[in-house]
């Protein structure tokens, strides 16, 4: 019988070459010869517990994935993988929590490795009026919620930019990881319907932004609502579960948007 699981060398070489460094490159960032990453890379020689990671975080390799590099070279998994449920993560939740809370009145959420909601301040709730109930039972996938012609497709009014957008990102996550889920949901979003009526993506040169930030248009009940989003990681989080979420966070990118927000808040607050 023989073992068809990858080797640590199969997996560094499968990451370097995904980072499009050489073992030169690789080698010169990581303070070794290029030669003994060679061995390592074939398999003539058996690196280190503590050349594992130090070539895992010169590869930017995340943390679950470094824990698999460890197994596969013989040693056990440093980084703990605890749900964000779990009692001990309770510290995490509260400034998860703190974050989402401190953005409003405007509409945050939390988002683990696969796009599946975790956590929203209540002004998301004011954008998803509408959407079929089905998408928004758990787990819900925010992108698949934002792309699909029951969820939000419909009320977006740039949404081939939106699309291109968010397919280009997840394309590079993809890329970058090789994540199967993320592989599978990728393809579903292609095969989702462009709604009907949808209007041509703008010339580059009449972009807000320079380019830079992409607005996402929705129509809403409260009129046309224009936001740009940023993206904020817990780069220095040691759990795995922790270092997986994203905060998506979404700011008015208009005087109308931002006074509309404010009046939902308000009357969120006083009821």
Known sequence: MTNSDPSVGDLLREWRQRRHLS?????SDAEISQRHLSFV???RSAPSRAMV???AEQLEIPLRERNALLVAAGFAPVYPNRPLDDPGMEAARDAI???LQGHEPNPA???DRHWTLVSANRAVAHLLAGVDADLLQPPVNVLRLSLHPRGLAPRIGNYREWRAHVIGRLARQVDNSADPVLTGLLADLKALPVPPGARPCRPRGDRAFGGVAVHLDLATEHGTL???STTTIFGTALE??????????FFPADRVTAM???QLNEGDVSA
């Open 240 to 249: 795995i579960s922790l270092s997986e979420i994203a905060i998506e966070s």
């Open 23 to 27: 073992q030169l490159g690789l080698a």
């Open 260 to 262: 509309a927000m404010r």
């Open 109 to 111: 959420l939390a988002i």
């Open 97 to 99: 929590g703190l974050i």
């Open 41 to 43: 890379e074939s398999g």
């Open 226 to 228: 224009s936001f740009i």
């Open 53 to 55: 990671l130090r070539l």
